[in-house]
């Protein structure tokens, strides 16, 4: 399997006990922070980073604008939660804050391990809520990274490793959790889904979270719960 994204997310499965699926955003980014700390590969570009701190030049990142938020590992939605969250009364009175104090659908949704990477902090906050698409490629937009943001389209195009992932997350997301998906979405996905099957790393690192969550996406295979390490009773 090509170096691209090999690494990221290609995890042993002999870590500690992990504590039991996250309630919140913010317990789900620190149980992200030990799932991923094998390989330390970010989403978007395949860069490796170290803490906090990303290695713009293991992946020939140049940063587009913001040189200080490039250098940052921020955790992604690959749903936005924005997506999850305007599909329920919540976000009509209070937005995200809200829908995270008062809403337990919501919190299980934004919390969800399968649904959350870690990337460039730029390239994430680039993203925004944009929904993904064919797009141009346009050489040069971050260095070397393939990865395509259309501003004035408010559009997305990852590179080719994160492409079937990105569709199967999407599926899983919308069964998971009643998540509307576009007749244009759904075709998209459905394209990248077949164009680029699921790989070895993805196969693993459903393992690993499903370890966690106590199930697996059902679109890139079930979780062997024979694998997972035994919790810890009142640990979380």
């Known amino acids: 399997m090509p170096l691209r994204f090999s690494l990221l997310l290609a995890v042993v499965l002999s870590l500690p006990a992990l504590a039991d699926a996250p309630r919140s955003f913010s317990e789900a980014k620190r149980i992200g922070w ?21 290695d713009l030049a ?9 040189p200080k938020r490039a250098r940052r590992v921020e955790w992604e939605h ?13 976000w009509q009175h209070g937005g995200r804050s809200n829908c995270a104090k008062n809403d337990e659908a919501y919190r299980r949704a934004e919390a969800d391990l399968h649904n959350l990477v870690p990337s460039i902090g730029e390239v994430n906050g680039d993203r ?10 346009r050489h040069g937009q971050y260095g070397a990274c393939q990865t395509v943001v259309d501003f004035d389209a408010r559009k997305v195009m990852p590179r080719t490793a994160i492409r079937g992932m990105i569709a199967r997350t999407y599926f899983y997301m919308s069964e998971r959790y009643g998540l509307r998906l576009s007749k244009q979405d759904r075709q998209l996905f459905t394209v990248w ?15 690993r979270v499903g370890c966690v969550m106590g199930w697996g996406n059902p679109y890139v295979g079930p979780l062997d719960k024979s694998r997972c390490p035994v919790r810890r009773a009142g640990r979380r």
């Open 34 to 54: 030990t799932l991923y700390e094998k390989q330390s590969t970010e989403f978007y570009c395949g860069c490796k980073y170290r803490g906090e701190r990303v």
């Open 58 to 66: 293991s992946c020939g990142y140049v940063p587009r604008k913001n």
């Open 78 to 90: 690959i749903v936005p939660a924005w997506v999850i969250g305007h599909q329920r009364r919540c």
């Open 128 to 137: 925004s809520n944009f929904s993904f698409a064919w797009l141009p490629q």
């Open 193 to 207: 889904s077949k164009q680029y099957p699921v790989e070895t790393w993805e196969r693993q690192r459903n393992q």
